[in-house]
């Protein structure tokens, strides 16, 4: 009875250290410690425990701690840790750190950690310093003074200012602003064949600008990968305004003619009015003699004078409408003559 319950007491031992074990090297990261240990670098196992209550992944600030110290860095876990609570990528950070310092470049922890929480890259930053890049800028197209379109791409050399990543303006800042310059040059320039001739003057005009200030880059060069001729926008508007002044010619001279149609109009109405009012003084004229006579002012041999004097106008009137116009006034009259 004895040995069963000794064995009984010992495997029950045996159960509350497998999971006391089970537990301590879940919640606290032993082999991690050991690593660190092995390493070289001194971190507290109650370190690593305060880590696991803060919520903090050790792994993630020791194995950066355990790289940086090995490069040389002097770097501790209360830094690291808190660039991790910030939402910092603490790996990211270490290398760039790293890189910097192998490339000889001036980068603290403290501007590293500023640079990752700001969203950008800083290990590619930190290569883009020693390794400049290249920038293609899309077709920027502007007209010269004689009215020829040309058609760039250009090619800008930039290096990453590591002063300027936080709060420097991006890589659409500086094809904007260099978009700008090509475009300010050519527009500038007296003929599209001296831009042809010469297209380093658009860098050198761009470069002069100080087109980076304010950027979180350094233009190193310029370089005009290609020129392309376009339309002739100068012709093409001269076209358009010719076209356009015509219209308005045309307009002008429609507006004319209809004035014009409507002064006929005037004058034809003006004309059926006067013959109007002559028919009507016309018919007044028998009523007039024939008060006269009944008034005796006119007498009989005086209406018979009137009417043959009417009558021999009536006859010149159709005799000349029957005249042709090649034949002399007076007709057969004047061969009687001769």
Known sequence: MGVDTALISLILVVLVVAVFAGVLFTFVPVMLWISAWAAGVRVGIFTLIGMRLRRVVPSKIVNPLIKATKAGLNLSTNQLESHYLAGGNVDRVVNALIAAERANI????????????????????????????????????????????????????VRANIDRLVGGAGEETILARVGEGIVTTIGSADSHKDVLENPDKISRTVLDKG?????????????????????????????????????????????????????????????????????????????????????????????????????????????????SPDEPVGGAGGSESR
Not at 138 to 153: F, Q, R, T, W, Y
């Open 211 to 323: 087109l980076d200030a304010g950027t979180a880059f350094e233009i190193l060069s310029i370089d005009i990968a290609d020129v392309d001729i376009g339309k002739n926008v100068g012709a093409q508007l001269q076209t358009d305004q010719a076209e356009a002044d015509k219209r308005i010619a045309q307009a002008k001279a429609e507006e004319r003619r209809a004035m014009a149609v409507a002064r006929e109009q005037e004058m034809r109405a003006f004309v059926e009015e006067m013959r109007a009012k002559v028919v009507e003084a016309e018919s007044e004229v028998p009523k007039a003699v024939a008060q006269a006579l009944r008034e005796g002012k006119i007498g009989v041999m005086d209406y018979m004078q009137m009417q043959n004097i009417m009558a021999d106008s009536r006859m010149r009137e159709a005799i000349s409408k029957m005249q």
């Open 106 to 157: 001036a980068l603290g922890f403290e501007r590293a950690a500023a640079i990752d929480l700001a969203g950008r890259d800083v290990l590619q930053a930190v290569q883009m310093s020693v390794n400049p890049r290249v920038i293609e800028t899309p077709i920027v197209s502007a007209v010269a003074k004689d009215g020829i379109e040309l058609k760039v791409k250009a090619r800008v050399t």
